[in-house]
């Protein structure tokens, strides 16, 4: 073997071996916890919550003789196979475990639920922003736990799209909503255990939190570049990492009257309408010139797709739109695409594009009235990053004190 190729097969094994990465279930497994052992356990878990070989969390937690008597629920489903915005009902596994909705009657813990428990697990695969409410979940619970004086722990994963740094507006708490709950900036840049570390110092003192780290994770990395990443969509629309990465930017589309995608095989990462003029939207979007993305003319036709779009806008009707294609994951900024997106359907159409609610449904998912309202004021778009920035400057300056990994 020639001394080029020594070298290749070492630099290959070196970053097959970096790239491992044992989340907080794998790490509990095989180090164990026999103070655990004897605990009356509940988990908050969906289909997310598998071991490295797909194995569901609360069966390898069973075989290795950790007590679960409750599971819990949150949107989507325990098989997080129903579409956003509906209703779960509570049912039980093949194992009769209870499982407790928590997007039912109740989106928090009741102490019912938790009477005969000690601790609360928590192991669900995030994805990054601040609307996609298992991270609402999340506060939720650990608001129960302290209230009932029950231990919270987090088994952790990776923020899919870590490398890209916070942005957004940060929650203000007058437009506080299930899809805006935990006060961060619209993208957060940290693990669900990180979150949990800050959520027990600034808002919940008293409750006995415990994170169990990963083990190799980098936040250098998307989640797809490491070797043994397994994708379970974490809900029926959100099926990749790109997805992930741009729904960010789509996801304020929900408060309007333009498709998010949602309803064809590509949700969010295409957008349109029957009366989109989209020459002259792809004009406005490429004059900005973002960083990472290109912009494609397409149509689509959003239709009834069972457990991902029950009744999608326009379903049926021919939409104009456009493709957004990722070229450079590492220079997108997802906020500002959906800014960009915003206001060049704002200055092209200024009398069809519409907000859902008096605009009360934008509010929600931006956590503020500030982005609608420069919107509409005609802000340029240097001029809502700089105010945005500015709403998370003191996020940016403590964030990294409940960082977990380098």
């Known amino acids: 073997m020639s001394l080029s190729v020594c070298f290749i097969s070492l630099a290959l094994l070196c970053a097959s071996a970096v790239a491992q990465v044992k989340v907080g279930l794998d790490v509990l497994l095989e180090q164990g916890d026999r103070a655990l052992h004897s605990k009356r356990l509940g988990l908050i878990t969906n289909a997310t919550g598998v071991d490295r070989t797909g194995e569901p969390n609360y069966k390898r ?44 009657k109740t989106k928090k813990p009741t102490p019912d639920m938790l009477q005969n428990l000690d601790a ?20 939720l619970a650990m608001e129960a736990c302290a209230e009932q004086r029950k231990a919270f722990i987090v088994l952790d994963r990776p923020n899919p799209i870590a490398p890209i740094a916070p942005q957004g507006f940060m929650l203000d708490t007058a437009y506080r909503s299930f899809v805006g709950y935990v006060k961060v900036p619209f993208v957060h840049a940290l693990t669900v255990g990180e979150l949990a570390r800050m959520i027990q110092a600034e808002v919940l003192p008293s409750l006995n939190l415990r994170v169990i780290s990963m083990q190799n994770f980098s936040r250098q990395r998307f989640a797809d570049e490491d070797s043994l990443f397994r994708l379970i969509p974490p809900s029926p629309n959100i099926t990749s990492v790109n997805a992930m990465l741009l729904y960010p930017a789509l996801v304020h589309l929900e408060g309007t009257n333009i498709s998010e995608g949602r309803g064809t095989e590509q949700p969010f990462e295409c957008f349109g309408a029957p009366f989109l003029n989209t020459e002259k939207v792809l004009e406005q979007l490429r004059a900005f010139g973002l960083s990472g993305v290109a912009f494609d003319a397409v149509s689509f036709t959003p239709q009834r797709l069972a457990g991902k779009a029950s009744n999608p ?17 590492r220079a997108v900024e997802p906020f500002a695409l959906g800014v960009a997106i915003l206001l060049a359907l704002k200055r092209t159409h200024p009398n069809e594009l519409q907000w859902l609610s008096s605009g009360q449904s934008l509010d929600r998912l931006a956590g503020t009235g500030r982005l609608r309202q420069l919107v509409e004021q005609g802000a340029s778009l240097q001029t809502i990053l700089e105010e945005s920035r500015r709403s998370y400057a003191e996020y940016e300056q403590k964030w990294k004190m409940y960082w977990l990994y380098e």
């Open 313 to 329: 806008k326009f379903r049926g009707e021919l939409c104009k739109g456009i493709q957004v294609r990722i070229v450079d994951r």
């Open 120 to 139: 609360v697990l928590f192991d669900i695969q995030d994805i990054g922003t601040r609307c996609y409410t298992y991270i609402s979940t999340m506060q």
């Open 61 to 104: 937690l069973l075989q290795a003789g950790f007590r679960i008597e409750a599971l819990f629920a949150p949107e989507h489903g325990f098989q997080t196979s129903e579409e956003a915005g509906k209703r779960i009902q509570s049912t039980r596994t093949e194992q009769r475990i209870p499982v407790y909705s928590l997007y039912g």
